[in-house]
Nanobody
């Protein structure tokens, strides 16, 4: 079965860090671009970042630039979103998505994970 599974979310205090994982089963993540998105209650989904097949990454969301970073471990078929200096406004469900053919700016992703909740609160 082809699927993406996110993990690593949870409750963290402001200023803390979390690392989200996005693991693939049934296909090789290295062949795909991987996007990270988030959606807070009552708000539209936001494009956070993307890591390309080459390993290069771009953070699109201005509010997280300098705090969030991407990496991938092809041996583990997993990509990561490292989130540092977290703020309450980062609270959201975070999703990863993968696409074989399109680029990071696509709105039509082939696979989506189920999402992982990140809550930043004291």
């Amino acid at each position: 079965q082809l699927q993406l599974v996110e993990s690593g979310g949870g409750l963290v205090q402001p200023g803390g860090s979390l690392r989200l994982s996005c693991a693939a089963s049934g296909f090789t993540l290295a062949d795909y671009v991987i996007g990270w998105f988030r959606q807070a209650p009552g708000k539209e989904r936001e494009r956070v970042s993307c890591i390309r097949r080459s390993g290069g990454a771009t953070v699109y969301l201005d509010s997280v630039k300098g705090r969030f970073g991407n990496s991938r471990d092809n041996a583990k078929n997993t990509v990561y979103l490292q989130m540092n200096r977290l703020k309450p406004e980062d609270t959201a469900v975070y999703y990863c998505a993968a696409d074989l053919l399109r680029n990071c700016l696509t709105d039509d992703w082939e696979y989506w994970g189920q999402g992982t909740q990140v809550t930043v609160s004291s």
